[in-house]
């Protein structure tokens, strides 16, 4: 039976021309190969650029973005609208024929309200992954996911990508789960970027962000790590999407390309 493999694409790799292009040729390869390939993808830097063009402050709280209801349609437009058509149509015409949906697509992410504090406005958390849609299209398509979902109101969340992607590979059961990001890993040191931490056990997680070794984008990464290596996925590696050809060796197995997290 052919592989399952989803793939975090950081909206913060997104940014260059060149890594894009070696990554749509790299999921070309792996699709011609006969993986199934989920894709699900984040935009933060776009949606900053359009808050700011409209003259509204992009604001984050532990690494997620404060999303009241202006901020949740422009967050949807430049997802779906921009972000996800861009990658979809770059990965069909690199030899990669994929589909690009939204966690709203056939009820694919079924969301709650998130309960925090501070209050986050429309930031969601998934209740329900109905993998329909995903199977049917994986058949014979790569398939990419905004990320978003909805709940039986019709109110639309804004959910982390890292989340979502986490989700999917539970979901699916996905042989393998890869967090793409602008790092080398995850830093012992962040500004130093010679420290990558090899290797995390999940009992290691709650102590790196408490003594603020990650902050920002990186702790939302950590507990959907830490949530997805509880339900069952077995291992999930964050690497440098910035290095050429970086999921073809995670494929691979390579060492030393990044963080990879275990369970223990
Ligand atoms: N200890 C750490 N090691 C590595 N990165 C860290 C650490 N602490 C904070 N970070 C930050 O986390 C960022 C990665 O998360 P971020 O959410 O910005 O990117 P992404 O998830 O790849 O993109 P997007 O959120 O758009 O999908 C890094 O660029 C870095 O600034
Ligand atoms: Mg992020």
Request: hydrophobic fraction near 40%; charged fraction near 25%; proline fraction near 3%.
């Amino acid at each position: 039976m052919s592989k399952t493999i989803v793939i975090k694409f950081g909206g913060s790799i997104a940014t260059d021309p060149k890594i894009k292009k070696g990554f749509y040729r790299d999921i070309a390869t792996l699709h011609k190969q006969g993986y199934k390939v989920v894709i699900c993808h984040g935009g933060g830097p776009e949606i900053n650029n359009f808050l700011l063009k409209l003259g509204l402050k992009p604001k984050f709280v532990n690494g997620l973005r404060v999303t009241d209801k202006e901020t949740m349609e422009i967050v949807e437009m430049v997802l779906c609208g921009k972000v996800n058509k861009e990658i979809v149509g770059a990965l069909s015409i690199n030899g990669a024929p994929s589909v690009g949906i939204s966690g709203k697509d056939a009820s694919l992410l079924i969301a709650k309200k998130m309960k925090t504090t501070p209050d986050l406005g429309f930031v969601g958390e998934i209740t329900k992954v109905n993998t329909k849609v995903l199977n049917d299209l994986l058949k014979d398509y790569v398939v990419v996911v905004s990320s978003l979902g909805i709940d039986a109101k019709e109110q639309t969340y804004n959910i982390n990508a890292d989340t979502v992607a986490t989700k999917i590979a539970q979901a699916l059961k996905a042989d393998k789960l890869v967090l793409l990001t602008n790092v080398k890993g995850v830093l012992a040191d962040a500004t130093d970027e010679f420290s990558t931490i090899m290797k995390i056990k999940t009992s290691q997680i709650a102590g790196l962000i408490k003594n603020n070794v990650v902050s920002g984008g990186m702790i939302p990464k950590m507990l959907a790590c830490r949530e997805a290596l509880a339900r069952g996925v077995k291992e999930i590696d964050i690497i440098d999407g910035r290095k050429p050809h970086a999921v073809l060796q995670a494929m691979k197995n390579t060492k030393n390309l990044g963080t990879c997290f275990v369970k223990g």
